[in-house]
């Protein structure tokens, strides 16, 4: 009897593809045990844990790649999605659409902290911009679209720790 590959050997399996490449690497990436090891070698928060630790106890909510929508100009709190939206929409500032958005919980900690981390997929290097300038653009949007879900006027304090990778 043949074995079923795993989600995550399926994942693998890719083509030339430019568009369908970005798909399976999202794909790939969004798994627990990939993300887990992110986490572990590229914050200090995670560095000291085991992997499989991580993978189990760590992942605030589950993992969302391309899906729901938020509009961060809402001025509502109560109307606001709280969570890992993919697209950040803003009348001013246009849409981004980020590859892979999740929250990791800190486990061991005086106070519990909540990081949002941002991984993006990069099949080609040869941009025409910096792709560390994206990079903070994008960890300033995940920042002030925590406006008015996470924190309301000037509690700023309450603003989470954000990674994008």
Do not use: W
């Not at 589950?62 to 969570?83: H, K, L, R, T, Y």
């Not at 792709?131 to 309301?152: C, D, E, H, P, W």
């Amino acid at each position: 009897m043949a074995e079923m590959p795993t989600g995550l050997a399926s994942s693998i399996e890719a083509s030339d593809d430019r568009a369908k490449l970005d798909a399976v690497a999202k794909k790939l990436i969004k798994h627990r045990i990939i993300l887990a090891e992110i986490l572990k070698e590229c914050t200090d928060e995670f560095k000291d844990f085991d992997v499989s630790y991580i993978e189990q106890n760590c992942f605030a909510s589950e993992v969302q790649v391309n899906v729901v929508s938020v509009d961060q100009d809402v001025p509502d709190a109560d109307a606001s999605i709280v969570g890992s939206d993919t697209e950040d929409a803003s009348d001013k500032e246009g849409v981004i659409h980020y590859d892979i958005v999740f929250d990791a919980v800190v486990p061991d900690t005086e106070n519990i902290i909540r990081l949002v981390i941002n991984v993006e997929i990069q099949v080609d290097m040869d941009v025409s911009y910096s792709v560390v300038t994206r990079a903070v653009y994008y960890a300033a949007r995940l920042i002030s679209r925590q406006k008015g879900t996470v924190f309301t006027h000037s509690d700023y304090q309450k603003i989470q720790k954000v990674y994008s990778i």
